[in-house]
């Protein structure tokens, strides 16, 4: 039997994976032991992981950003779908992120409006190719 070797960056990712969680529990056990004595502590704890684990993950962004920038070239003349791509990604990213940080903080009034506004806004940057499926759709015939 032939031996699978792993991606050379499998390991690293993997403890990076693992650093990420472990920070995250922390975090978790760290607020609700001061949940009790001092919410606003709890919170800001909270806060800290989050805004650290967002900052960790951009830094893998690199490597995202390399394989964008083959589908430009693959897709020279359609790049404009690419970026609306993107585009979508990073809105449900920020959306989710934020709606969670605010649903954690206990206002999840605020949470649901930012989903609401990044759905909105998906909408709204998927209007080019949705345009261009109804020219496709009424130019067959359909």
Do not use: W
Not at 83 to 95: F, P, R, S, V
Not at 117 to 125: A, F, S, W
Request: hydrophobic residues 55%; contains cysteine.
């Amino acid at each position: 039997m032939q031996e699978s070797k792993a991606h050379p960056c499998a390991c690293r990712m993997g403890r990076m994976m693992i650093k990420i969680v472990m920070i995250g529990l922390m975090a978790v056990l760290l607020a609700l032991s001061l949940r009790q004595e001092k919410t606003g502590f709890a919170m800001l704890v909270v806060l800290a992981a989050s805004i650290l684990i967002l900052g960790l993950s951009t830094t893998k962004m690199q490597g995202v950003l390399q394989v964008v920038e083959k589908l430009q070239e693959v897709f020279r003349e359609d790049v404009v779908y690419v970026q609306i791509l993107l585009k979508m990604l990073g809105i449900t990213y920020i959306a989710e992120f934020g709606s969670g940080l605010c649903r954690d903080a206990g206002y999840g009034a605020v949470g649901g409006q930012i989903e609401f506004y990044g759905k909105l806004m998906l909408l709204v940057v998927s209007m080019p190719i949705i345009e261009n499926l109804i020219e496709v759709i009424t130019g067959i015939g359909l």
